[in-house]
């Protein structure tokens, strides 16, 4: 719920996490969108998702119309989600805590478009699809409980990705919990398409303690639309039975079938639990942000390892560090710290962007106190 992203026009847009977090303790929480101008000026905001029943989460996109995508959380009683099907006995009898908050209602998703005005335009909710079959969601595909608690209850479906696809006219987005990214009718709202994990719609095998069974993703996160029907996907690999390794995907959502793939030969090579993200560049190459431990990687098709970077910022409650040091006397990091470099999503940019047009992009001091020159190029 805290990244930010260029845009075409040089401005930045990104997600702040409005406090204090009273009514919603799941993690990818944010609160509202901001669009912030070169010289640091916010020009936009949306700050509406932000209430007691509403809250804006992870993702957003400008579309091309020039209005913004953003995906929430809303609250759904207990009573409600039994009379949309879900087994009471899967409810919890008492309150799941979350992020220092306790729970007693589920947190569904759901999707508005407001226009630069601020207004609502077109919405679309979770809680409008459930039920049975290939074009809904099952409400009691239900996670595991030793995956997290509020994870198997409250927090059920967790989207972390949002993207409109102008080609098609579609809405893509990707469960983590359900192991599934999804094509969505901008018009209907309909579940046109979905790719990942057939047991969450009672199709094909299920995974079991040793067995991935037919599902191919384990908590997957940023999904992408490549054109022509291909979408890239993140998957973590987090609880797969078979090995817990993050991999990359273009999957052809024509033929079902995965184009291309990229994994390490173990994982201590490539491995992030949570978040993650793969952006495809023009040359064809996968950059790759493992962001468990603040990795950025540059593949070939061919997965070589062309590029990467180690994000040498350390930023823990009220102080930021630089872990990669001209001099590394009295440093140390506490074993709280050691996800401090933590990177939810990293973008690559060239020269010829069109939001670079113009701006001065000479180095303007180190990144962080006592930082090496990190914007030197290293030969090895």
């Not at 407001?114 to 699809?129: L, Q, R, T």
């Not at 942000?289 to 950025?296: A, D, E, I, L």
């Not at 009295?330 to 990177?343: P, R, V, W």
Request: proline fraction near 5%.
């Amino acid at each position: 719920g805290l990244y930010a992203e260029l845009l075409p026009n040089g401005n930045l847009l990104r997600a702040g996490r409005a406090m204090p977090i009273t009514y919603c303790g799941i993690d990818g929480i944010g609160g509202y969108i901001e669009e912030i101008d070169w010289n640091g000026k916010v020009v936009w905001s949306f700050k509406d998702m932000f209430t007691k029943n509403e809250v804006q989460h992870h993702c957003f996109d400008r579309m091309p119309n020039g209005n913004t995508m953003i995906l929430g959380w809303e609250r759904v009683k207990n009573e409600d989600m039994i009379a949309k099907g879900r087994d009471p006995k899967t409810i919890p009898t008492k309150s799941v805590k979350g992020k220092g908050v306790y729970h007693r209602d589920f947190w569904l998703d759901f999707i508005w478009e407001v226009n630069p005005a601020g207004k609502i335009v077109w919405e679309w909710h979770i809680k409008d699809h459930l039920g049975k079959g290939p074009d809904k969601f099952d409400p009691n595909y239900i996670l595991p409980m030793p995956v997290g608690e509020i994870y198997a209850t409250y927090d059920w479906s967790h989207l972390n990705t949002l993207v409109y696809v102008e080609e098609t006219d579609q809405v893509l987005t990707n469960s983590r919990n359900l192991a599934e990214f999804y094509l969505l009718d901008h018009k209907t709202g309909k579940l046109q398409y979905r790719w990942g994990n057939p047991c969450a719609y009672g199709a094909g095998k299920c995974p079991s303690y040793f067995d991935a069974g037919d599902q191919k993703m384990f908590g997957s996160h940023d999904a992408r639309w490549l054109g022509k029907g291909l979408v890239s996907v993140f998957d973590n690999g987090s609880e797969n039975p078979q090995g817990t390794k993050s991999r990359v995907f273009i999957v052809n959502t024509k033929t079902n079938e995965i184009e291309w793939k990229y994994e390490a030969w173990d994982q201590s090579s490539f491995f992030t639990h949570r978040q993650g993200a793969a952006q495809l560049l023009p040359n064809g190459n996968m950059f790759i942000t493992s962001s468990n431990v603040g990795h950025f990687f540059e593949v070939t098709k061919k997965g070589e390892v062309v590029w990467d970077f180690v994000n040498p910022i350390y930023h823990w409650e009220n102080y930021t560090k630089c872990a990669i040091r001209d001099d590394d006397k009295d440093f140390q990091l506490g074993h709280e710290e050691n996800l401090a470099n933590i990177t939810h999503r990293a973008y690559r940019y060239g020269p010829d962007y069109p939001g670079l047009k113009g701006k001065d992009l000479t180095p303007k001091g180190k990144m962080a106190k006592d930082c090496p020159e990190m914007w030197k190029i290293l030969k090895y």
